[in-house]
């Protein structure tokens, strides 16, 4: 048995002397409120509007971010308009150079313009403006070849812009971290769908001029240097409206939810422009689904940050078989038609 102390013992007295020395030192007694006479308690630093704070750190949205926003969409200009007239560039290295390029300056567009303070009514706005924008622009373009050079690349801009800003708005849905690897799967297996037997396809087959005009183009370097001009530009590939809309709603997540933004955009950053390099030195390969790639890079920049219940992964897990089955089988109708 351990014998008790008897009041006024050195233990206890130890104790007092102990409560004492914090009360003086931050205004509270042991219990954490205030002493009877003394002030309110100092208040704690609680996060201020605005703020976003995860388990890796805080991330605060801030309008100084909209300096590089402008600097990226500025070579993004530079490049889609000045590269088809470089010259002496050989085909394989031109094209793998203004891809890497292309995709690094969308990047970081993208996730800046997710570091930018913005409210919804900014964002629907934006989206509107942009879009406005990118049709008055891209309808002017469409009288000479010069300016299919020069100003198709300032509607394409627009419409990026446009994209980016409703990727924000969306991600505004998304309430909680968990729903994220979910949505992941699911935007991921859908694009495949889409793209290879979808309305995608469907228009890449009937209508391609209407997907490359709803997209973000990527010219040839130096296709418009040669004796034709202007008249003889062509692209490469092209970015549509869905991989510039979730790609924001990927980094407005990560803002949002303290995840690993740098992470996050370096693994969607490789990943991205290796398909897309893909497609352009494959020549086989007509299109290839960009969200699987940046689905993938988000799920693999923040393993561990998800904490999902036994029944949400077999939801996950049974949402991803069937969308598999379903491709598959879509696959095997269209060959079997054909």
């Not at 014998?3 to 102990?18: N, T, V």
């Not at 085909?91 to 930018?116: N, P, Q, W, Y």
């Not at 598999?324 to 095997?332: D, G, I, S, T």
Request: overall charge positive; charged content about 15%.
């Amino acid at each position: 048995m351990t014998p008790q102390a008897e009041e006024g013992s050195p233990g206890i007295q130890g104790d007092q002397s102990r409560d004492k020395a914090r009360t003086a030192k931050d205004g509270t007694d042991v219990t954490g409120r205030a002493p009877e006479g003394a002030g309110p308690a100092p208040p704690s630093a609680a996060p201020r509007a605005g703020d976003v704070t995860g388990e890796r750190g805080s991330v605060r949205p801030s309008h100084s971010g909209g300096w590089w926003v402008a600097a990226a969409l500025l070579l993004m200009y530079a490049l889609l308009a000045g590269a088809p007239f470089i010259r002496g560039v050989p085909a394989a290295v031109g094209s793998v150079g203004i891809t890497v390029i292309f995709i690094l300056a969308v990047m970081i567009a993208t996730a800046d313009m997710a570091l930018v303070r913005m409210s919804p009514l900014v964002e629907a706005l934006g989206t509107l403006l942009c879009l406005m924008l990118w049709y008055v622009i891209a309808g002017v373009s469409e009288g000479s070849d010069l300016g299919r050079a020069l100003l198709v690349p300032l509607a394409d801009i627009c419409f990026l812009v446009a994209c980016v800003l409703c990727g924000r708005l969306l991600s505004r849905i998304i309430r909680e971290r968990n729903l994220l690897p979910p949505v992941c799967v699911v935007l991921a297996l859908a694009d495949v769908f889409t793209v290879f037997f979808g309305p995608t396809a469907l228009m890449l087959d009937k209508a391609p001029e209407v997907v490359t005009k709803l997209s973000v183009k990527l010219p040839q370097v130096g296709s418009a240097a040669g004796p034709q001009g202007a008249a003889g530009l062509v692209h490469l590939a092209t970015m549509g409206p869905g991989d510039l809309v979730f790609l924001s709603l990927f980094f407005a997540a990560a803002v949002r939810f303290g995840l690993r933004l740098r992470a996050t955009f370096t693994a969607i950053l490789v990943l991205v422009a290796v398909g897309l390099a893909g497609v352009v030195l494959i020549p086989f390969i007509p299109a290839a689904p960009a969200l699987p790639f940046m689905a993938v890079g988000f799920l693999i920049a923040n393993r561990g940050e998800f904490k999902l219940t036994a029944q949400e992964r077999r939801n996950v897990i049974i949402a991803t078989v069937f969308f598999v089955v379903l491709v598959l089988a879509m696959w095997a109708v269209t060959n079997l038609a054909r």
